[in-house]
């Protein structure tokens, strides 16, 4: 059975390695599901996490040792459920008339969704969590007619100070 597997990578900050990397896996017949990436707290370098599903050890072992041969790679791990925090966010523009706007308000709230745009017609609610809880807003909102989504796949973070890795 196929798992979802999440990457970090710490990459050198240069023009085409997103394209490189993504290729990498598409050569390979790997599917990815998400793929983002932005620059650290060092300009530098940009930090990428790439979801994909895999079936076993083996293949994501050489997944690892493909990528770590890309030269500008200089860091890479697995984020653990358990050891890391993995975030996603999404924007979604909901049509809504008077009367439907404060239910999408509510559920909004109870996931901690904010309303950073209201329309005549429509409202739009920003959220982040995981993905389970964005799928769960999606769910109850369903009724509505969704006009537009957008969203940015999964970013993260190992756990903890133990395993950073420490460039100069």
Known sequence: MEQKRTLSLLVDNTPGLLSRVAGLFS??????????????????????????????????????????????????KELKPDESVRR???????????????????????FRGRIVDVGQESLIVELTGNQSKLEGFLNLVQGYEILELARTGVTGLSRGAHDVRYLD
Do not use: H, P
């Not at 060092?42 to 994501?60: G, H, K």
């Not at 996603?88 to 109870?110: G, T, W």
């Open 27 to 76: 050569r390979r017949g790997y599917n990815i599901e998400t793929i983002t990436a932005g620059v650290t707290a060092d300009s530098r370098y940009t930090r990428m996490t790439v979801v994909l599903y895999c079936s076993d050890e083996m293949i994501l072992e050489q997944i690892k040792k493909q990528l770590a041969k890309l030269v500008d790679v200089r860091d890479i």
């Open 88 to 110: 996603e966010l999404m924007l979604v523009k909901i049509r809504v008339n008077e009367n439907e706007r404060r239910n999408v308000i509510a559920i909004s709230d109870v």
